[in-house]
C-alpha cells in the first residue's frame, strides 16, 4: 500500500536506493542518512514505520496462524506528522 519499491530486488544497490529514496522521502528525520543502508537496515525503517501507522489507525491487521502482521492502508499520504 505504500508502494515503496514494487518490482525492486532489495538485495541489488540499485533497488536498495530506490526503496531508500521513496521511504525517506516519507519517514521524516531520517534525510540526513547519507549512506546507503542494508536491505536489514530498510526492513527495520519499513516495520517501525509500518508500527507508526498502525499505532495512529492507518494499517489493517491480518490475523495468521502464527502471528499478526499489521499492513498499511491504502492511502495518498503517509508522511510523518512534524514532531513537536
Do not use: C, F, M, W
Request: charged share 30%.
Amino acid at each position: 500500500a505504500l508502494n515503496i519499491g514494487v518490482d525492486v530486488k532489495k538485495k541489488t544497490k540499485e533497488g536498495r536506493r530506490i526503496i531508500q529514496d521513496r521511504l525517506l522521502a516519507i519517514a521524516g528525520g531520517l534525510d540526513e542518512i547519507t549512506v546507503l543502508l542494508s536491505d536489514d537496515e530498510l526492513d527495520a525503517i519499513l516495520s517501525a514505520y509500518t508500527a507508526y501507522l498502525a499505532g495512529k489507525g492507518n494499517a489493517v491487521t491480518v490475523d495468521g496462524s502464527d502471528g499478526v502482521i499489521y499492513l498499511p492502508l491504502k492511502k495518498q499520504d503517509h508522511r510523518l506528522e512534524e514532531y513537536q
